[in-house]
DNA sequence: CTGAAAGCGCTTACAG
DNA sequence: CTGAAAGCGCTTACAG
């Protein structure tokens, strides 16, 4: 009877209605359904069993309006329906849930002036931090949002911004590796294919790159498209093939132009990978793993990226973490 | 100075902060950030330059706890690493951004359990409605939801409860295309590749595809694997051509599965497509279209959904609203 | 352990 | 148009 007005009146119990019927006060149930707060047995059990009749659930936006610790999470996020970053968000947000925070999530384009825009509405949430996935907001965002309180955590933009979290990658690392990779497979005419915006981290991915094949003192071609996409990889490699000096080694300086390279490759110049030439790329996407790719690139440390965001909303975690990405190899290079 | 203060403070402004500083009531601050309140002009522009100074934000999560409308809306999701629920979410959190709605998201695993906390949970935000993009929460958890006040929405799941609103497609046609499809394309000898779990999407495609098949009086042999994702459509394919019937058409009940199949096919059993055999998918996800695959398939109206989940919001769309998933053709089909 | 009270930051009738 | 007041649903010192 009970449950049923209640359900037809449309408004959720509150703290107030169980209080009521179990004979306590507020301040009683509220504590008891607050980790570590003294309730006795009795009282606890009183207000439980009036709970559960009410289907109580404690708001949590209210919660948070008094409870620092229960504000959610921002997650700044654009190209969802690119692997990389849903891969990423994936892996982000259940880290978030099993750590029993709430993310909002905000889909900004990879236009700048809206993720700027998406940036300092962020300061609307009051949100305990705010996780940057996306390379587009500007760095003075980045850092007038640090100014006006928020606690900022950039994922992945080699950018160095004061009195803000970095969990990013060691580039310097696996470039010095993947040069060797070329080397080791006998290529002497590389191509590293970029965009010609680029974010911090494909920056320097391009740059430690670059450094370590020129001590090598080997020819790099580089060519730069509008965008990081499959289409743009298939431009890529149609350019490079048809060019003066077609190369037998290309950089992607993403998986998913590298999956755009290797289909206009083998389908368009009937090149035989890795027979007569090798292909890299980068983040490990899934489609990579694909037996249609088989594409040797480096792993994004999805997990422990994910693992660090949480750690660092608790401080847990240094403020300038450096992870490794490590290689894959599998058929696109000759080893 | 002023701001350098309030910045070490660490405490972000509040309407009564600006108030203070604009010499004005509280009210007067809230109805000027508030859409069609009455505020002469000058209060209206002392606010707004007092706000300003202190960088003042409106607090969303303190505004929804007394105004119905700005409460947040919860996303179910799971699986955001395959490309179908990845773009899905895509669309439906930039559609929910553009109406000003904050999105809050639920990473739900496939596993029902989970699936079912998670959707409990959704109370606790007291969202003005659930969107549910995973067809793992069972039936009685959805209904549990609504009893309890939610307003939920399901997105192509092709069930049919009462006091929920439903954005699904209609199988029945795209089905009946599906198998002319084939028809015209000559195959006779046909095989359907699902999930031994089946959530009532995949249950709807599978069963008209059946029924009309059937009354075509051809063979069709049903193969069920224990996920749908590329490595089971690879798996799907072995058996199949080495089976005692290898068919001469193959509908995959979703293009992630198909890629695998279309993979395999080529690499290991050296067919042709779609000379050898036909092939056809379900999700037009991007890969779809990806030249290594170009893949035949069916379009989900991925934007059409997302602007219908938003007219759900305000009541603006019928409570039962059905799609049509048009064909796509590509290379994998013969026509 | 427990309750009354103040506070979190907003909105919205209600009078004026 | 404007302000004082009550309310949204919670938490957390403060006394007892």
Chains 1, 2 share one sequence.
Not at 238 to 247: Q, S
């Amino acid at each position: 009877m009970k449950a049923k007005s209640h359900i037809s009146g449309g408004h959720a119990a509150s703290a107030s209605d169980v209080a009521r019927r179990a004979g306590v006060s507020r301040s009683a149930v509220s504590r008891t359904f607050t980790d570590g707060a003294s309730v006795s047995p009795d009282t606890r059990a009183k207000v439980l069993r009036a709970a559960e009749e009410l289907h109580y659930h404690v708001n949590f936006l209210a919660r948070g309006l008094s409870k620092q610790e229960s504000r959610p999470v921002c997650i700044l996020v654009s190209n969802l329906h690119k692997p990389y970053h849903a891969q990423l968000l994936d892996h982000i947000t259940t880290a978030l849930q099993k750590a029993q925070r709430i993310s909002i999530i905000i889909n900004v384009g990879d236009d700048p002036a809206a993720a700027s825009g998406a940036l300092e509405q962020t300061l609307n949430y009051r949100a305990s931090a705010t996780i940057v996935l996306s390379g587009a907001p500007p760095a003075h965002m980045v850092r007038r949002c640090v100014e006006l309180g928020q606690s900022v955590i950039l994922v992945n933009r080699a950018d160095d911004l004061p009195d803000v979290r970095h969990i990013s990658i060691d580039y310097e690392t696996a470039m010095r590796t993947a040069v060797q990779m070329f080397m080791r497979a006998g290529c002497r005419n590389i191509a590293l294919v970029s965009r010609a915006v680029r974010t911090p981290s494909l920056l320097a991915r391009e740059e430690f790159f670059t450094q370590y094949l020129s001590e090598q003192g080997i020819t790099l071609q580089i060519w730069r498209g509008a965008s990081t996409t499959y289409e743009t990889g298939q431009h890529a490699m149609r350019e490079l093939l048809v060019g003066l000096h077609p190369p037998d080694g290309v950089f992607f300086i993403n998986d998913l132009m590298a999956c755009g390279g290797i289909d206009t490759a083998r389908r368009e110049f009937k090149r035989r990978l890795p027979e007569d030439l090798c292909i890299l790329g980068f983040d490990d996407i899934a489609q990579a793993a694909w037996s249609g790719y088989d594409l040797t690139t480096f792993a994004q440390p999805y997990s422990e990226i994910a693992d660090a965001v949480v750690q660092n909303l608790s401080n847990a975690a240094p403020a300038r973490l450096t992870l490794t990405a490590r290689p894959v190899w599998r058929g696109t290079m000759r080893s």
